[in-house]
């Protein structure tokens, strides 16, 4: 097999996993809508009955919101990799996993706020959260680690592209962790902090000069 044909398998397998995880971020993300229910009432009450949902919707858009910014940021490490091996593939589906449980935790925020129980449904929120972020930086750390024989990546492991992906995803962990203890005081907070950090990850990461 010619250098050229061994290039373009490798680029094939990649673009593999990289569709598989689209499926899997496309069936997470559809799977939220399943929690906003239907109200049933007459016209006097339907409308009191949509505003009481509002818990359901806060969470619905704050998960597809982060669910959109993870496939955003695994397309964009995707587009910096050239090939796979059996280790990548093993984190990239431990990540996939965590998105996929994702709907559960989400369902769970919406049922139990303004309830006893919405401290600890924020602390599950979260710390999901947690897990997903230490699964993406095992991901991204271990394609772009420069003691390897053949390079997972396509640029230079010390690229300006590269290096501003580790300042951005080395605080993630850490800032989830922070949301992750606010639950015990208070889920809005914990679910604010969650939402401002798929913001922060929605930036692309600037460049380092």
Not at 8 to 22: I, Y
Not at 38 to 67: C, K, M, N
Request: glycine share 6%; aromatic share 12%.
């Amino acid at each position: 097999m010619s250098s050229h044909e061994s290039r373009a398998q490798l680029e094939k397998e990649t673009g593999r996993v990289e569709a598989f995880s689209d499926g899997v971020f496309a069936i997470a993300i559809t799977l939220l809508v399943l929690d906003l229910k239907t109200p049933h009432g007459d016209e006097t009450t339907l409308a009191r009955q949509l505003l009481q949902q509002w818990p359901s919707y806060v969470a619905f858009l704050t998960s597809f919101g982060t669910i959109g910014i993870m496939w955003l940021n695994h397309h964009r490490l995707f587009s910096l990799m050239h090939r796979v091996d059996h280790t990548l593939l093993v984190l990239n589906g431990l990540l996939l996993l965590g998105v996929t449980v994702t709907p559960f935790p989400t369902s769970l925020v919406a049922e139990q706020w303004g309830h006893p129980g919405a401290k600890l449904a924020a602390g599950v929120y979260s710390g999901i959260f947690v897990v997903i972020a230490i699964f993406f930086n095992a991901l991204w750390r271990y394609a772009s680690s420069p003691h390897r024989r053949v390079s997972i990546l396509r640029v230079p492991h010390d690229s300006k592209d590269v290096r501003a992906i580790h300042e951005q995803y080395k605080m993630g962990p850490l800032f989830y962790v922070v949301a992750f203890a606010l639950s015990f005081w208070s889920a809005a907070a914990s679910v604010l902090v969650c939402a401002g950090l798929a913001l922060f990850f929605a930036i692309p990461p600037r460049t380092p000069d």
